[in-house]
């Protein structure tokens, strides 16, 4: 809790100022008693001046909830009203002239989130021609010190003193975690297991300790808009109606941070030039209102390569100008972040598309043309044959003809893709296995047929040939170890997962089983460790007549973490 105190009195001079103006009025009234406590006379102006007092304090707390336009036209005459107030009591009042200096501070504070930095220059010129007016007149009060009083005033003071130390250090670790934060995520280039879109708002929420926080993007080659959210429910991705998707998407300008609130139709946002203005947007705070709830919260524009997308941070600001120099910040780091992201996805797709054109002329010269000498010799065998009478071996040799000629279209196929591993399009999974069966069968001269449930199964390339793998592997197996000579591969999508069963029936000579049933783990260490590596499983269950191989993986699979 006292973290998350430190840290609110850096983000904004509002709350620090706040405490400030009620230990300043504390320290005030004392003083006006003290003044004005021996003369009965001046009871009625005693009782007047520590009602403005407290009026001035109320109003000007009250004052930071005013939404735009009010807000805005309020509060540079809040400022002038608070400079003149202070140098009056520094130069007239010199018990609180310490106080006064202290409140000045969050003034300076203040007049530089609204006006700039210029404005601390006018307010110390301002101090100074207090401090040289003092010279010419003599201080109210100045024989009428209170001892109790003066201590009172002096711990007040302390106490003003403080909260501008906190704040100064929660302005210094604020600004550490945001570089810190921003370093942070230019290391992490393409070493993450998540998508691009879920990775942004799990950075960006931890950072601004948010309510919720939500990234509507799309591609530019791509029409559909996404938007993924996080909030008290976890990472979830949405789907938006065209209304919602206008509202949240149609902000102009487009390039300016802004804050928002849903009890208000005004947008804060600051112009190129440092001004801070008001933009009327009521689609956009009901479209906030709809999908994200009530709340207030910021928003800032994110485009880089053909990402192009707008962040929705809900965290609790006020009309606070200083929360939109930190979405500008958290911007450019974001900016720079996906710069580097498309540059190292860039590099890594040329990277492995000159490896595979480099594998391809070694395969063309090494592996292909040694599977293209076999079929020659195969051929010639073949035709050497046709005048004896041999139909048995004629009909093994141009078995093993078809087998040389699909695995040469098989490598031929695969040396043909740019990149699978970053391979966009979907393919029809069941249309994949059945030809993987047909070579199967080619391969060890058995029957492999294919059992599928679904007709149509779109999955990615990546998945369909992690699946092909692992039908090959555990056939292999069968073969080897059990000596299958029938296998049905039957193959289903349920949810999000993809479920495979492969069950043999062995031949005339089958391998001797062991007594009894039961299901465990599969002990193929190429297949279980593949497996591992994208969150699937495999058992093994041994029945009375056959073998049976079950295999769970998921649809999407992570990504590499090449």
């Known amino acids: 809790m006292m973290d998350r105190l430190v ?33 009965p006379d001046f009871s009625q102006t005693a009782l007047l001046l520590k009602a403005g007092v407290w009026t001035w304090t109320a109003v000007s707390i009250a004052q930071h909830s005013l939404t735009p336009p009010l807000g805005l036209l309020l509060r540079p005459i809040s400022l002038i009203f608070d400079l003149i107030a202070f140098l009056t009591v520094i130069v007239l009042c010199e018990p609180l ?21 210029s404005a601390i220059i006018v307010l110390g010129l301002c101090l100074v021609f207090a401090f040289i007016a003092r010279g010419y007149y003599e201080t109210w009060a ?54 691009l879109a879920q990775f942004l708002v799990e950075q960006v929420s931890q950072l601004m300790n948010s309510r919720y926080c ?105 009309w606070s100008p200083a929360l939109l120099l930190r ?12 710069e580097r992201h498309f540059f190292f996805l860039a590099w890594r797709q040329r990277t492995f598309a000159e490896a595979r054109q480099a594998l391809s002329r ?42 040389v000629t699909a695995e040469q279209a098989h490598l031929r196929r695969l040396l043909s893709q740019q990149n699978p591993v970053a391979a966009d399009g979907d393919v029809d999974l069941a249309r994949e296995v059945e030809r ?14 294919l059992n599928v449930v679904e007709r149509s199964m779109a999955v990615s390339a990546e998945t369909a040939a992690e699946v092909e793998f692992l039908i090959r592997e ?30 043999d029936n062995p031949g005339p000579q089958a391998i001797a089983r062991e007594s009894y049933t039961g299901d465990f783990e599969l002990q193929s260490q190429s297949i279980m460790k593949r497996l591992g590596k994208i969150g699937g499983t495999a058992y093994f269950h041994n029945l009375s007549m056959n073998s049976l191989i079950s295999i769970r993986l998921p649809s999407s699979l992570p990504r590499s973490p090449i």
């Open 474 to 503: 555990a056939a292999a197996n069968a073969v080897k170890h059990a000596n299958a000579r029938h296998i049905t591969v039957s193959i289903a999508q349920v949810d999000d997962e993809i479920l495979i069963a492969l069950k």
């Open 214 to 318: 939500a990234f509507v993007w799309e591609m530019m080659d791509d029409t559909a808009v996404h938007c993924d959210v996080i909030d008290g429910n976890g990472v979830r991705h949405l789907t938006l109606p065209q209304k919602q998707i206008d509202g949240l998407t149609n902000v102009s300008p487009r390039e300016a941070p802004f804050l928002y609130s849903t009890q208000s139709p005004r947008l804060l946002l600051r112009s190129r030039l440092g001004i801070l203005r008001n933009e009327r947007a009521t689609d956009l705070t009901d479209a906030i209102s709809d999908v994200f709830g009530l709340g207030q919260g910021a928003s800032f524009h994110i485009q880089a390569g053909e990402l192009r997308g707008r962040l929705f941070i809900g965290t609790s600001h006020g």
């Open 327 to 338: 979405c500008l910040r958290i911007q450019e780091g974001i900016d720079l972040f996906l």
């Open 362 to 403: 070694d395969l063309h010269d090494s592996v292909l043309q040694t599977l293209a000498a076999l079929r020659v010799r195969l051929v010639t065998t073949i035709h050497g044959l046709s005048a004896l009478d041999a139909p048995d071996q004629l009909a093994e040799l141009k078995s093993m003809e078809e087998l």
């Open 97 to 117: 002239q310490i106080a006064a200096l202290g409140c000045l501070f969050f003034v300076a504070w203040s007049a530089s989130d609204r006006f700039g930095r």
């Open 142 to 195: 100045s024989a009428r010190h209170v001892p109790a009083v003066d201590r009172a005033i002096d711990s007040l003071t302390i106490v003003i003193g403080c909260i501008i130390a906190a704040s100064m250090l929660s302005m210094s670790l604020l600004e550490q975690r945001l570089v810190s934060w921003t370093e942070r995520l230019q290391g992490v280039g393409l070493s993450f297991q998540k998508s």
């Open 436 to 449: 993987c069966c047909r070579f199967i069968a080619l391969q060890w001269a058995i029957d492999c047929r």
């Open 7 to 39: 840290l609110w009195l850096g983000r904004s001079p509002t709350l620090g100022f706040a405490i400030s103006r009620v230990a300043f009025s504390a320290a005030a009234t004392w003083q006006v008693d003290a003044m004005f406590l021996s003369e």
